[in-house]
């Protein structure tokens, strides 16, 4: 059986800069009836926990470090390990400044990019797109058709830039240089709100550009 996209919604906050939001995440599984990978893990790790249900949970992977998504990450990875394999969080290097501010001293496990995370037969190819965060990656899964962007793409333009770790020119050439080279009918599966495309993105690359100067 080939690995397939299950969809969860959870809600809580964002905090950073001594600022709070509430905010409703998407939180995606890839995966089989026997294996799954979690990416990003955010504020109800028994929500997530049940729509693992009883498989093999490979990994919990993080296309960022900010709070609302990485949240309930070790909460998670400890909960499905065993003495045969414990569950791993993987995370950008880059973004370890950001992990201590939600999980000091938390060890995670290094995500390299062109490095390629496996579940039920089908290959996600690790895109470092840093901008939002330093260290931000988009998962970009060929055989579905389909990336994960986090919040570095959105349904209607960049991820948020105004706070702490981030950069407006540099989430912009990671989208023009790395997710609008991919085919344009690929998926874009986003860590907020509506999935769009990268045809329909990539259109706007440079109203974007005019908007953040």
Known sequence: MSARVEHLVTSGTFSLDGQTFDVENNVWLIGDDTEVVVIDAPHDADAIAAAIGDRRLLAVVCTHAHDDHVRRAPELAERFSTAEHRVPVLLHPADREVWELTHPGLATTDLVPGEVVTVAGTDLHVLHTPGHTPGAVCFYAPALGTVFTGDTLFNGGPGATGRSFSSFDTIVAS??????????????????????????????LQEWIDRGH
Request: without cysteine; negative net charge; proline residues 10%.
């Open 175 to 204: 989208i023009r240089d790395v997710l609008l080279e991919l085919p344009p009918e690929t998926r874009v599966l986003t860590g907020h709100g509506e999935s769009t495309t990268v045809g329909d993105e990539a259109p706007h």
